[in-house]
């Protein structure tokens, strides 16, 4: 069951990337040298970031997902509540910042 566990999760990652990728493809010739990345700053030029510094939502999402898969199998593998809780947390990375992304991109282009 684990092992079903995995392959699904790392197609949803590898679709979620796919999509990512695809979507940054198709509109990049609309997008703009600087895009608002960091919308926790006041707004202005302070939000602004690099066209390519929108990959940190990907890399992130990744890191994240497969640190949670290294705490999971080390420490809690043969728990099915935290198996759950798990999933559903990386279930939730993996549709948040692939969804964040997207609408980074199409606002901006």
């Known amino acids: 069951m684990v ?13 979620a ?29 302070s939000q602004l970031a690099d066209l390519l510094m929108i990959f940190i939502l990907p890399i992130f999402m990744n890191l994240l997902y497969f640190i949670n898969k290294k705490i999971f199998i080390k420490f809690y593998s043969t728990n099915e509540l935290v198996k759950n809780i798990f999933y559903y947390f990386n279930f ?5 910042f692939t ?6 991109i199409f606002t901006v282009s």
Not at 20 to 45: A, D, H, K, N
């Open 99 to 104: 969804l964040i992304f997207i609408k980074i």
């Open 17 to 45: 990337d796919a999509l990512m990728i695809v979507t940054f493809l198709l509109r990049f010739p609309r997008l703009p040298p600087q895009i608002p990345l960091f919308y926790s700053q006041f707004w202005g030029e």
């Open 3 to 15: 092992r079903k566990y995995n392959i699904n999760m790392i197609k949803l990652l590898l679709g």
């Open 92 to 96: 939730f990375l993996i549709v948040s």
